[in-house]
């Protein structure tokens, strides 16, 4: 059974710092893009970071050069480390592990966690 558990939301200042975690369980981690989803009161749910398993990154433009997604694949966890936070990175952030255009297809969800950036 796939499961992925986030860890490591909160409350920060501006300007500061958290990490989150996801530990990916049921054998799909090595094959999975993972990455941050967050979402917004109001809006919609937007990419925040994914890193394949080739290693290929991707970077929402609002988080490039304050966010880094990195991947342990001995721990089938993935982090995102958020400095310099804003008030606008406020949002549930959510864990996503997918495997798109294989026959084996699929796309799982995290049950997200609160990021909140007080000014």
């Known amino acids: 059974q796939v499961q992925l558990e986030e860890s490591g939301g909160g409350l920060v200042q501006a300007g500061g710092s958290l990490r989150l975690s996801c530990q990916v369980s049921?054998?799909?981690?090595?094959?999975?893009?993972v990455g941050w989803y967050r979402q917004a009161p109001g809006k919609q749910r937007e990419l925040v970071a994914s890193r394949s398993s080739g290693g290929f990154t991707d970077y929402a433009d609002s988080v490039k050069g304050r966010f880094t997604i990195s991947r342990d694949n001995a721990k089938n966890t993935v982090y995102l480390q958020m400095n310099s936070l804003k008030p606008e990175d406020t949002a549930v952030y959510y864990c996503n592990a997918q495997r798109i255009g294989t026959p084996e297809q699929f796309i799982y969800w995290g049950q997200g966690t609160q990021v909140t950036v007080s000014s």
């Open positions: 049921g054998g799909i981690f090595a094959i999975s893009t």
